[in-house]
């Protein structure tokens, strides 16, 4: 008890210590916690002791018995009253907006917001700015009235009266800053406070989110007539301003009225929705969850969640991690990887980013949330999906990204297209992709683990990538098995390059779907016999991802299937012996295959030791993908031929390609099927026969043919 009490304590402190302007950033943040309350009582005490009178008014903000404040934690708590009174019709003074037109009040309070319930993110975001800024002139020492009160925003809704009333404890306005502030329109209060400040040598709080001056103005979306009762920090008389957004407001003067303001929106019918407390809830734990202050809704706190991605990461404990995420996702499971990333240059940004550990389905991806990266501007959601800040192939995502610099448009709901907007999504991904390279040198293991369920997108990410660095520090991520390490032992291609052999400037890779087909396949033959380390790719989009590549840190990735590394090799390879066709029955050999079988040409390989024949053509990776997304179905084989242009190369030293050349002579028509089964084959090995079941009835023939002499 007396633990929670001290916090209690320190945490009230934060709104009266004399801190220089230069501290301010601490004190937007939320309550701080351990070594940062130690290192804000030494910093303030390096500056000057506190004063009797700080003193005075932290005992007078701080309950003198903690147990019993606590025992009354849960009850309702509400300074919504209604007990403003508003002096006689008659005394009341008619306005016209000034800006400009009632035209303009149209388009803002009917056709700038996307969906009705922004109007609370708005009016909410303004009571945080009115208590941002109160607190920020009691720091600087200014004169405040009732100042024994809390900094708090209050919400209460009335079915029954059909209204939405919101009230913070914060700046208020005095008369001519009512009319000024509420009779312009497009005129934001917060961006003057800022400018003022700035003026005056100060810095300015990164906690004000109002940008634009038209926020207010969303509440004449649901109502009908809007009400505000405000009385200023000075002191002084309070007002009251009513206008039912026909272009005219009324102003009086106005009693009963606590420091701060409260707005009265008088609901439409067909807005009825915002009058219930459930619906009010929901729109303020989407949108404002996350303010500064506290939020209560019908005298109930609804943000006591606190935003972790404002806390510096070294104060984030895992089990705080694992928390936030699950409340973020609205899953079960725990985050695999946790990026908790804070810079202020170039670009102010607060990201809290998570790799979920189970991996998403194509259903999950399909909800409107608990998927992606919310984006928040100063603790208040613009975004509950991101789009734009990641690229697609990291939607798998899900997290928090928070900035002040963000472009938004007027109506804060949508990113504009700029410059900066693309530096902040490089710096997002360049950071998610260094974090990823240094969990796979970390842990290779655990690494490996999330290769398996998370590869896909690795793929996709350098597939969809135009730029070619970018593209490499993507590729970085990639695993492979390789034939120079034991089966399940997974490689990347910077640790492929760091064992190159003295000269080599190729990496050669091998789709296959099993390491068992991989090391017996005619592909693999002749660099093996050279002791050439060689990529396993077993997915099938690895075909489309090392085509997409092409290179890597300056190296060439090239196929071993490709025709010109096999030509390359060709001419490397004269290890072969033993019995061979003669050079004329080799070339007559070659001319009748040319004749009978559907390829582009017929000619001899020396690289082969234990198949008869294999197929290449100039991007056999490239024909395999088009074959498996049936953008070759249904295509003749005449036409294929004349598409693919397939080269059939056989081995003049294997038993079956000799024999071949004695049944053309003998036996045509065996020799015309066996001559076919031995291009059907080096096409499976290839991975290009579309279905193997028409060649079904001529191997039956074939074992025929042999049985028939036993």
């Known amino acids: 008890?007396?633990?929670?009490?001290?916090?209690?304590?320190?945490?009230?402190?934060?709104?009266?210590?004399?801190?220089?302007?230069?501290?301010?950033?601490?004190?937007?943040?939320?309550?701080?916690?351990?070594?940062?309350?130690?290192?804000?009582?030494?910093?303030?005490?390096?500056?000057?002791?506190?004063?009797?009178?700080?003193?005075?008014?932290?005992?007078?903000?701080?309950?003198?018995?903690?147990?019993?404040?606590?025992?009354?934690?849960?009850?309702?708590?509400?300074?919504?009253?209604?007990?403003?009174?508003?002096?006689?019709?008659?005394?009341?003074?008619?306005?016209?907006?000034?800006?400009?037109?009632?035209?303009?009040?149209?388009?803002?309070?009917?056709?700038?917001?996307?969906?009705?319930?922004?109007?609370?993110?708005?009016?909410?975001?303004?009571?945080?700015?009115?208590?941002?800024?109160?607190?920020?002139?009691?720091?600087?020492?200014?004169?405040?009235?009732?100042?024994?009160?809390?900094?708090?925003?209050?919400?209460?809704?009335?079915?029954?009266?059909?209204?939405?009333?919101?009230q913070d404890t914060g700046l208020g306005m005095n008369r001519e800053e009512l009319i000024a502030n509420l009779g312009t329109i497009a005129r934001s209060g917060s961006r003057e406070f800022i400018s003022e400040i700035e003026k005056g040598g100060g810095s300015k709080s990164d906690a004000i989110i109002g940008q634009f001056g038209v926020g207010f103005y969303a509440t004449f979306m649901c109502g009908e007539r809007v009400e505000v009762y405000t009385a200023s920090y000075r002191g002084g008389t309070a007002s009251y301003w009513t206008s039912e957004g026909t272009g005219t407001y009324r102003v009086a003067e106005a009693s009963n009225v606590g420091r701060g303001t409260k707005v009265v929106v008088h609901l439409r019918d067909e807005c009825l929705g915002f009058a219930k407390e459930s619906?009010?809830?929901?729109?303020?734990?989407?949108?404002?969850?996350?303010?500064?202050?506290?939020?209560?809704?019908?005298?109930?706190?609804?943000?006591?969640?606190?935003?972790?991605?404002?806390?510096?990461?070294?104060?984030?404990?895992?089990?705080?991690?694992?928390?936030?995420?699950?409340?973020?996702?609205?899953?079960?499971?725990?985050?695999?990887?946790?990026?908790?990333?804070?810079?202020?240059?170039?670009?102010?940004?607060?990201?809290?980013?998570?790799?979920?550990?189970?991996?998403?389905?194509?259903?999950?991806?399909?909800?409107?949330?608990?998927?992606?990266?919310?984006?928040?501007?100063?603790?208040?959601?613009?975004?509950?999906?991101?789009?734009?800040?990641?690229?697609?192939?990291?939607?798998?995502?899900?997290?928090?990204?928070?900035?002040?610099?963000?472009?938004l448009n007027l109506s804060r709901e949508l990113l504009q297209d700029s410059v900066l907007l693309r530096r902040i999504k490089d710096v997002i991904v360049g950071k998610l992709i260094r974090f990823l390279s240094v969990e796979l040198k970390r842990d290779a293991v655990r690494y490996e683990t999330f290769y398996r369920d998370y590869g896909m997108y690795i793929r996709e990410g350098v597939v969809s990538t135009v730029d070619q660095p970018h593209k490499e520090e993507i590729a970085k991520l990639l695993q492979f098995e390789s034939s120079g390490l034991k089966e399940f032992e997974t490689t990347s291609l910077e640790a492929y390059c760091g064992r190159m052999r003295p000269g080599q400037r190729t990496?050669?890779?091998?789709?296959?779907?099993?390491?068992?087909?991989?090391?017996?396949?005619?592909?693999?033959?002749?660099?093996?016999?050279?002791?050439?380390?060689?990529?396993?790719?077993?997915?099938?989009?690895?075909?489309?991802?090392?085509?997409?590549?092409?290179?890597?840190?300056?190296?060439?990735?090239?196929?071993?299937?490709?025709?010109?590394?096999?030509?390359?090799?060709?001419?490397?390879?004269?290890?072969?012996?033993?019995?061979?066709?003669?050079?004329?029955?080799?070339?007559?050999?070659?001319?009748?295959?040319?004749?009978?079988?559907?390829?582009?040409?017929?000619?001899?390989?020396?690289?082969?030791?234990?198949?008869?024949?294999?197929?290449?053509?100039?991007?056999?990776?490239?024909?395999r993908h088009f074959l498996r997304t049936n953008q070759m179905r249904g295509v003749a084989d005449e036409d294929r031929v004349k598409m693919l242009q397939p080269t059939l190369e056989v081995n003049p030293r294997h038993p079956l390609v000799i024999k071949l050349s004695e049944l053309k002579e003998s036996e045509p028509d065996v020799a015309k099927m066996l001559a076919e089964q031995i291009l059907d084959n080096a096409y499976i090995s290839a991975g290009m026969m579309e279905d193997p079941r028409g060649m079904i009835q001529r191997l039956n023939q074939l074992l025929v043919k042999g049985f028939q002499k036993h």
């Open 279 to 407: 619906a009010v809830r929901e729109v303020v734990a989407r949108y404002s969850g996350f303010v500064g202050f506290p939020l209560y809704v019908n005298g109930t706190r609804v943000n006591e969640t606190q935003p972790l991605w404002s806390l510096p990461p070294s104060e984030v404990s895992s089990q705080q991690h694992e928390s936030f995420y699950r409340f973020l996702s609205g899953s079960h499971d725990s985050p695999r990887y946790s990026l908790h990333y804070h810079t202020d240059a170039p670009i102010n940004l607060r990201c809290l980013l998570y790799i979920p550990d189970r991996t998403p389905t194509p259903f999950d991806f399909s909800r409107d949330e608990g998927i992606g990266v919310a984006l928040y501007s100063r603790r208040v959601l613009i975004q509950s999906r991101a789009d734009k800040l990641l690229p697609k192939w990291l939607r798998f995502v899900r997290g928090v990204i928070d900035s002040e610099d963000i472009p």
């Open 1 to 166: 008890m007396l633990m929670l009490a001290a916090r209690s304590v320190v945490s009230r402190v934060q709104s009266v210590l004399p801190l220089p302007v230069g501290s301010y950033r601490q004190l937007s943040n939320p309550p701080l916690v351990g070594s940062q309350h130690r290192g804000l009582g030494r910093r303030c005490g390096e500056r000057q002791e506190l004063s009797r009178s700080i003193l005075t008014n932290i005992v007078r903000r701080t309950s003198s018995n903690p147990e019993s404040e606590l025992e009354k934690e849960d009850e309702k708590h509400s300074i919504i009253d209604n007990k403003e009174i508003v002096k006689p019709d008659g005394e009341f003074s008619g306005h016209s907006f000034q800006a400009e037109t009632k035209s303009i009040l149209d388009i803002v309070a009917k056709s700038l917001y996307s969906d009705k319930d922004i109007f609370i993110r708005e009016v909410v975001s303004n009571a945080n700015d009115a208590l941002e800024k109160l607190r920020y002139l009691e720091v600087r020492g200014e004169e405040i009235v009732e100042n024994h009160k809390p900094l708090e925003i209050h919400i209460a809704v009335d079915p029954e009266a059909k209204t939405f009333t919101i």
């Open 507 to 623: 990496i050669y890779y091998l789709s296959a779907p099993s390491r068992q087909l991989a090391e017996s396949s005619p592909y693999y033959e002749s660099l093996r016999r050279k002791d050439v380390e060689v990529l396993f790719a077993y997915d099938p989009y690895d075909d489309l991802t090392m085509l997409q590549l092409r290179e890597f840190n300056k190296y060439n990735v090239r196929s071993v299937e490709n025709e010109a590394q096999l030509d390359e090799l060709d001419n490397q390879d004269t290890s072969n012996e033993g019995e061979r066709l003669s050079g004329e029955t080799e070339k007559e050999l070659l001319g009748w295959l040319g004749t009978v079988l559907p390829v582009h040409r017929v000619r001899v390989t020396n690289r082969l030791d234990t198949h008869p024949a294999l197929v290449t053509m100039a991007e056999l990776g490239a024909a």
